[in-house]
């Protein structure tokens, strides 16, 4: 798969790196093309690198890692159309790690408002770059969640990319729904920071069923 890279942060770095050696075809952006072209040149595996515009233009799925709107920071906003744009972004840390209610409408909602016909998916904010220490075998073992909110065809491209890295994907619905994960995101920074554990991050554990100790459930008004 072609994945542009919008951002040469850790994440953006750390990601494209992974998916360049999984065999994938990444272009690292960055606003200064400079710093893109050399990025490519230190991860190898085939990668490019450039401008962000550049990496909208290779990309049939786009990775932001800016915490911008396209149109704040991309000459050609309009041409993320059509494709699947990845948001892995959250709000600032607050100093005092006081996080009051997510945003409504979310952050990916509003990139997607942004550009006419962009395909968003909310994915990877949940975890630090850490995780991605552990190789994709480990993970699995770990069975790290990487919950997903979005348009159903363009959740399939990024489940496809996140299970690459040895996520497990987690359909959480619409795009609507990404303030939930939004929330999620403030929630695991705020554990991560206040303990210093960098590779804490959400799992996904499903016992067996079992007989029913306590009489089963009963049908509510909440089901």
Not at 74 to 85: D, I, N, S
Not at 183 to 211: C, M, N, Q
């Amino acid at each position: 798969m072609q994945i542009g890279i919008l951002g040469s942060g850790n994440m953006g770095r750390t990601l494209g790196s992974a998916w360049a050696g999984a065999g994938h075809a990444v272009f690292f952006g960055s606003r200064d093309p400079e710093k893109g072209k050399s990025l490519a040149e230190t991860v190898g595996h085939g990668s490019t690198g450039g401008a962000n515009d550049e990496a909208v233009e290779f990309g049939e799925v786009v990775f932001q890692t800016v915490r911008s709107l396209p149109s704040a920071f991309l000459k050609h906003p309009h041409r993320l159309c059509g494709k699947v744009l990845v948001d892995c972004n959250n709000r600032p840390v607050p100093e005092d790690l006081v996080f009051g209610p997510p945003p409504i409408p979310s952050f990916a909602e509003r990139l997607a408002d942004d550009v006419a016909g962009v395909e968003v998916v909310k994915a990877l904010n949940t975890m630090a770059q850490e995780i991605f220490d552990h190789p994709p075998q480990k993970l699995r073992e770990y069975r790290i969640a990487c919950f997903l909110a979005g348009d159903d065809a363009a959740k399939a491209k990024v489940a496809e990319l996140v299970s690459t890295l040895g996520l497990a994907p987690v359909d959480c619905g619409p795009l609507g729904n990404a303030w939930m994960l939004e929330a999620a995101g403030d929630l695991i920074r705020h554990v991560i920071i206040s303990g210093k554990r960098w590779y804490a991050t959400f799992g996904i554990a499903e016992p067996p069923a079992a007989p029913s100790r306590f009489g089963g459930r009963k049908e509510t008004a909440y089901k």
